[in-house]
């Protein structure tokens, strides 16, 4: 089982991941994508550890498929549902993850409405010395990883489906379509495909991209590495050649005054169909990390056509990928065993 590029306790942004750390999770993830084909599809490896799910917003693919992933991993899972919590009696989220701490919870995975939520739990985690692991499932408008990085092992499978890897994107040209500027997932997956070596493209009306965005984003990278972001106004330069095709939900929960005119002259302008994709490669594939504004981002055709839409794939994937997170961080923990058989 790879593990060489890895040294990490906590995974709350892909800004800093090296073209190694990717490797190693694409790597990692082919292992249990191989165990999830298998007639048993489990696994020792996190036996004895407490994966426990804390998602403060609502989750249908996250949440479910890091349960299913702890669970292959033979973890015990235990999942938080703010609603029923003692949330509602003014616990704060700290004393909340204290008490999931108490009760011996090795992981933990967290979903915030507000960017750095996962990372000030993570900061408690260390400054009292825990040894605690945090995956963030998507804080704010800020992070997405695990959803970048199941992204990344989709395109690997898709260019190669017996050795997907990472550097297999190298000089696509990947575009990224819809509303950027509220998306986490849009920033996973820059700070991902960018390390990676893509070449990505993104188009979204100014309100949602406004100008300047790649420039500035480049220049926040923590690691300096070459990060290739080419901005449009418009759709069809972003579409014309491109391998694969992201588009974005419109995060209207995150957007604070009315942004477009309406969501059929947005559909109009950006939204990936059919026939706009004729000048992209006669390969392409169309992505959308869920859930989806059907004819809206994307039409509904397009979307349920399986020879050129992965979304469902992308779902699959994001098992093998959150096994493997799990795994790289829990391993080694105090109950965790080797993969095994
Ligand atoms: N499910 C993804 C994408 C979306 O909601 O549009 C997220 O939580 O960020
Ligand atoms: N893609 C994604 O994060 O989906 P959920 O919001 O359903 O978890």
Redesign the pocket.
């Known amino acids: 089982m790879a593990s060489a590029s890895w040294n990490r306790r906590h995974v709350l942004s892909l800004a800093d991941f090296t073209a190694a750390e990717f490797e190693t999770v694409m790597e990692t993830a082919v292992s249990f994508w191989q165990v999830l084909s298998r007639r048993t599809r489990k696994v020792p490896a996190l036996q004895g550890l407490v994966v426990t799910n804390m998602f403060f917003e609502p989750?249908?693919?996250?949440?479910s498929s890091f349960e299913l992933a702890a669970k292959r991993l033979s973890a015990d899972v235990l999942n938080f549902a703010p609603g029923t919590s003692s949330l509602t009696k003014g616990e704060t989220i700290l004393d909340t993850a204290k008490t999931y701490l108490a009760m011996g919870t090795n992981l933990m995975v967290i979903r915030h409405q507000e960017a750095g939520v996962p990372g000030a739990i993570a900061a408690e985690m260390d400054r009292l010395n825990t040894g605690v692991g945090v995956l963030n499932g998507?804080d704010g408008l800020h992070a997405?990883p695990s959803?970048a990085l199941l992204d990344l092992f989709t395109l690997g499978l898709t260019l190669d489906p017996d050795q997907p890897t990472a550097s297999l994107i190298k000089g696509k040209k990947i575009a990224l379509v819809g509303d950027i500027l509220h998306s986490r997932v849009a920033r996973s997956n820059l700070w991902c495909l960018t390390a990676c070596g893509a070449e990505v493209h993104l188009a979204a009306p100014p309100t949602l991209l406004p100008p300047g965005f790649a420039d500035a984003f480049i220049t926040q990278s923590p690691i300096d590495i070459p990060r290739a972001i080419v901005q449009h106004s418009t759709l069809a330069p972003a579409l014309e050649g491109a391998d694969f095709v992201m588009t974005l939900r419109l995060q209207k929960e995150r957007m604070a005054q009315h942004l477009l005119p309406s969501l059929r002259e947005y559909h109009q302008g950006f939204g990936v169909t059919r026939d706009r994709i004729q000048s992209c490669q006669p390969t392409v594939k169309v992505l959308h990390?869920?859930?989806v504004n059907r004819g809206v981002e994307i039409s509904s055709d397009l979307m349920d056509d399986p020879n050129l839409s992965l979304i469902s794939d992308q779902v699959t994937s994001g098992v093998a990928v959150r096994m493997a997170l799990l795994y790289l961080m829990g391993v080694g923990k105090k109950g965790g065993e080797g993969v095994g058989e």
């Open positions: 989750s249908t693919r996250t949440r998507g997405h959803q990390p869920g859930p």
